[in-house]
């Protein structure tokens, strides 16, 4: 019987959250499960600081960015005391689930926390980056390429009017989801991603054979590449080119704000009511995810581990069209 469950969203911050969080209240409530929302993420676990969830709690937030339980990153749950205090806490408050929005460092500890209570986890993935196995779209990454798209838009106009070349830096320590998808829908003359290797020598080559009839040219630059990000980048291309007007562009976190899209809302909304459901069909310790628009459950052992390379055909396609 699931009677009380516990949200908490962790790790950084991404549009759609609330939709998600909204849904997994809702669908608690109509089953007639008792929601409690933790604060901040692991912190609120360890602090037992919570809020009981209601039907008018969740209104007005599904278009909403950001998350209104609030997240963190929390080195004290990296610790024994840390981990006990949090299983303390859910065993205090007769949790039977919980369900955890967030990324790889939120489901490596919903795996800390399997090991130590015998809860019925479940995990939506919540992240701009996009780099969970498990997933087609993990919630964030439309919204954030969309924000990255329109800022590319916004500067190749000025880009044009100047003959500039623009080196554009873009979310993504580890993985390069987010500058693939945004160079190949802003049209960008060149990529530099981390699953990339040995790239830069590459893009200055490419950079001799660009087009005289250019009237602009935008490189994209994950912040993880390890060309050391799009400063460094404008550096080596001043040297190799000094008759080049270049400028530099970092946009930072405003990839993680702004309202969600639609289709983020309606995955959000989809993943946050099957969690739900898993949990009353008795799953445990999975990410739910959208797989070619199905419905699909992976460990969370399998879940966190990253994309280690781009597709191909994409790959080959900004190639092509970037010429």
Same mark, same amino acid.
């Given at each position: 019987?699931?009677?009380?469950?516990?949200?908490?969203?962790?790790?950084?911050?991404?549009?759609?959250?609330?939709?998600?969080?909204?849904?997994?209240?809702?669908?608690?409530?109509?089953?007639?499960?008792?929601?409690?929302?933790?604060?901040?993420?692991?912190?609120?676990?360890?602090?037992?600081?919570?809020?009981?969830?209601?039907?008018?709690?969740?209104?007005?937030?599904?278009?909403?960015?950001?998350?209104?339980?609030?997240?963190?990153?929390?080195?004290?749950?990296?610790?024994?005391?840390?981990?006990?205090?949090?299983?303390?806490?859910?065993?205090?408050?007769?949790?039977?689930?919980?369900?955890?929005?967030?990324?790889?460092?939120?489901?490596?500890?919903?795996?800390?926390?399997?090991?130590?209570?015998?809860?019925?986890?479940?995990?939506?993935?919540?992240?701009?980056?996009?780099?969970?196995?498990?997933?087609?779209?993990?919630?964030?990454?439309?919204?954030?390429?969309?924000? &990255?798209? +329109?800022? !590319?838009? *916004?500067?190749?106009?000025?880009? /044009?009017?100047?003959?500039? #070349?623009?080196?554009?830096?873009?979310?993504?320590?580890?993985?390069?989801?987010?500058?693939?998808?945004?160079?190949?829908?802003?049209?960008?003359?060149?990529?530099?991603?981390?699953?990339?290797?040995?790239?830069?020598?590459?893009?200055?080559?490419?950079?001799?054979?660009?087009?005289?009839?250019?009237?602009?040219?935008?490189?994209?630059?994950?912040?993880?590449?390890?060309?050391?990000?799009?400063?460094? &980048?404008? +550096?080596? !291309?001043? *040297?190799?080119?000094?008759?080049? /007007?270049?400028?530099?562009? #970092?946009?930072?976190?405003?990839?993680?704000?702004?309202?969600?899209?639609?289709?983020?809302?309606?995955?959000?909304?989809?993943?946050?009511?099957?969690?739900?459901?898993?949990?009353?069909?008795?799953?445990?310790?999975?990410?739910?995810?959208?797989?070619?628009?199905?419905?699909?459950?992976?460990?969370?052992?399998?879940?966190?581990?990253?994309?280690?390379?781009?597709?191909?055909?994409?790959?080959?396609?900004?190639?092509?069209?970037?010429?």
């Amino acid at each position: 019987m699931i009677q009380k469950i516990g949200i908490l969203t962790s790790g950084g911050d991404s549009p759609g959250m609330n939709a998600c969080i909204r849904a997994v209240v809702r669908t608690g409530l109509y089953h007639n499960i008792q929601v409690l929302g933790f604060r901040k993420g692991y912190e609120g676990l360890i602090d037992n600081d919570f809020v009981e969830l209601s039907r008018e709690s969740v209104s007005g937030i599904i278009h909403k960015g950001g998350t209104m339980l609030k997240t963190a990153r929390c080195p004290r749950f990296l610790t024994k005391e840390g981990q006990q205090k949090a299983v303390d806490h859910l065993l205090l408050n007769k949790l039977d689930g919980l369900v955890i929005i967030g990324g790889d460092g939120s489901f490596r500890g919903a795996i800390d926390l399997s090991k130590q209570i015998k809860l019925p986890i479940m995990g939506c993935a919540g992240t701009i980056d996009n780099d969970l196995v498990g997933t087609d779209f993990t919630i964030g990454y439309d919204t954030a390429i969309n924000t &990255v798209i +329109d800022a !590319i838009d *916004k500067i190749r106009d000025t880009a /044009e009017s100047h003959d500039r #070349v623009f080196v554009i830096e873009v979310m993504g320590r580890d993985a390069g989801l987010i500058a693939l998808r945004s160079a190949i829908g802003g049209g960008a003359e060149a990529l530099l991603v981390p699953e990339l290797k040995n790239d830069l020598s590459a893009l200055l080559e490419k950079m001799k054979k660009w087009r005289s009839t250019k009237c602009s040219k935008i490189i994209v630059v994950a912040e993880g590449d390890e060309s050391g990000g799009a400063y460094k &980048v404008a +550096d080596l !291309i001043r *040297k190799n080119s000094p008759e080049l /007007e270049l400028r530099v562009t #970092v946009l930072g976190h405003i990839q993680r704000g702004g309202n969600p899209s639609c289709m983020e809302r309606v995955n959000a909304s989809m993943v946050g009511f099957h969690a739900v459901k898993a949990l009353l069909a008795g799953r445990k310790n999975e990410l739910v995810g959208i797989v070619n628009n199905q419905i699909v459950y992976t460990p969370f052992e399998k879940a966190v581990k990253h994309h280690l390379s781009l597709k191909k055909d994409l790959e080959e396609l900004i190639e092509v069209l970037s010429n």
